[in-house]
């Protein structure tokens, strides 16, 4: 088995405008470093659309149609001062939100290890009545929500390194049981949320960092908050919100990350994978808006991916 790679030139046609840092740029970047002879055992699988049910396990159907309805036929439409769209859009999300749906069956059905989703736009901020963010479908939730009702999961797990807090995805889950959401963010920035007493029913871990923290903050996080949280729910499947936005060279935040603190986080995460759910996790991309941060990030975080080892 192997590590899969979804995407689909759709995603790489939704356009936010001139100078907007959710760029086309970002994704060919990611793309053309995992286009070199060290990846060359991804199998790459083009992302199906999400369906009308998929979406609507997540987003009310009002929020579904009025995100349609504003899709342009030339041009842009702002939904808000920084979540635009242009004719492509909606596709492009649907294509997003259809490969983490993808990607879930495919490693629940034994058929890779693992699978990242080099997608756009991205989804964490995206709630179940609201785009917001840069989101227009949260890829993450809807994905989990599919592990539960098409395969009859009971615990899936979805891990946030995003410079930013994942409103959306804690507002699908703080409620719900059998979800289980960890973020950890830079504190008191967009978008105002994620703080620590915000616990939905048990099952939301906010891990808000200070401006500046990097490897050392990262590791106690994982050690105090993340692992232990994750041994205490024993997912089923682990999901991960793949933003690369804490990077130190990245213009829209604060934090210094680098590419050895991602690689090291992932294979934490897999290692708690490995212990609990036969390593079965999906990732998927989130922010990161400096290109050659990004593009080194993103080839560390899968290089491990494809480094793991089968799970016994």
Same mark, same amino acid.
């Given at each position: 088995?192997?590590?899969?790679?979804?995407?689909?030139?759709?995603?790489?046609?939704?356009?936010?405008?001139?100078?907007?840092?959710? %760029?086309?740029?970002?994704?060919?970047?990611?793309?053309?470093?995992?286009?070199?002879?060290?990846?060359?055992?991804?199998?790459?699988?083009?992302?199906?659309?999400?369906?009308?049910?998929?979406?609507?396990?997540?987003?009310?159907?009002?929020?579904?149609?009025?995100?349609?309805?504003?899709? *342009?036929?030339? =041009?842009?439409?702002?939904?808000? =001062?920084?979540?635009?769209?242009?004719?492509?859009?909606?596709?492009?999300?649907?294509?997003?939100?259809?490969?983490? %749906?993808?990607?879930?069956?495919?490693?629940?059905?034994?058929?890779?290890?693992?699978?990242?989703? +080099?997608?756009?736009?991205? =989804?964490?901020?995206?709630? *179940?009545?609201?785009?917001?963010?840069? %989101?227009?479908?949260?890829?993450?939730?809807?994905?989990? +929500?599919?592990?539960?009702?098409?395969?009859?999961?009971?615990?899936?797990?979805?891990?946030?390194?995003?410079?930013?807090?994942?409103?959306?995805?804690?507002?699908?889950?703080?409620?719900?049981?059998?979800?289980?959401?960890?973020?950890?963010?830079?504190?008191?920035?967009?978008?105002?949320?994620?703080?620590?007493?915000?616990?939905?029913?048990?099952?939301?871990?906010?891990?808000?960092?200070?401006?500046?923290?990097?490897?050392?903050?990262?590791?106690?996080?994982?050690?105090?908050?993340?692992?232990?949280?994750?041994?205490?729910?024993? *997912?089923?499947?682990?999901?991960?919100?793949?933003?690369?936005?804490?990077?130190?060279?990245?213009?829209?935040?604060?934090?210094?990350?680098?590419?050895?603190?991602?690689?090291?986080?992932?294979?934490?995460?897999?290692?708690?994978?490995?212990?609990?759910?036969?390593?079965?996790?999906?990732?998927?991309?989130? =922010?990161?808006?400096?290109?050659?941060?990004?593009? +080194?990030?993103?080839? +560390?975080?899968?290089?491990?991916?494809?480094?793991?080892?089968?799970?016994?």
């Amino acid at each position: 088995m192997t590590t899969l790679l979804y995407t689909h030139p759709r995603c790489l046609e939704h356009d936010a405008g001139f100078g907007h840092p959710e %760029c086309p740029a970002r994704l060919t970047a990611i793309l053309n470093a995992l286009k070199t002879a060290s990846f060359v055992t991804l199998e790459w699988r083009e992302a199906p659309e999400a369906s009308l049910e998929q979406l609507t396990r997540i987003h009310s159907l009002k929020h579904v149609e009025r995100i349609f309805a504003r899709v *342009p036929r030339h =041009g842009h439409y702002a939904i808000d =001062g920084d979540t635009i769209i242009s004719p492509q859009s909606g596709e492009a999300a649907l294509r997003a939100a259809g490969a983490v %749906c993808a990607a879930v069956d495919a490693v629940l059905k034994s058929e890779a290890n693992n699978a990242f989703c +080099a997608i756009r736009p991205p =989804g964490h901020h995206a709630e *179940p009545h609201q785009a917001m963010g840069f %989101c227009l479908f949260n890829n993450a939730a809807i994905g989990a +929500a599919h592990a539960r009702v098409v395969h009859g999961l009971e615990r899936i797990a979805v891990i946030d390194f995003d410079v930013h807090h994942g409103n959306g995805t804690q507002a699908a889950f703080e409620t719900e049981q059998g979800y289980l959401y960890i973020s950890t963010h830079q504190a008191y920035i967009y978008p105002g949320t994620g703080r620590r007493e915000e616990r939905g029913i048990g099952n939301i871990v906010n891990v808000p960092l200070s401006a500046g923290a990097g490897s050392t903050e990262l590791r106690q996080a994982w050690i105090q908050d993340i692992e232990p949280a994750l041994h205490a729910f024993q *997912p089923q499947l682990i999901l991960i919100s793949a933003g690369f936005d804490a990077h130190y060279l990245d213009p829209l935040a604060g934090l210094s990350f680098c590419e050895e603190d991602y690689e090291w986080l992932t294979k934490g995460i897999l290692a708690v994978a490995k212990q609990y759910c036969q390593g079965r996790v999906v990732s998927m991309l989130e =922010g990161g808006y400096n290109l050659q941060a990004l593009a +080194a990030s993103v080839a +560390a975080h899968v290089q491990v991916l494809i480094d793991a080892p089968p799970a016994a």
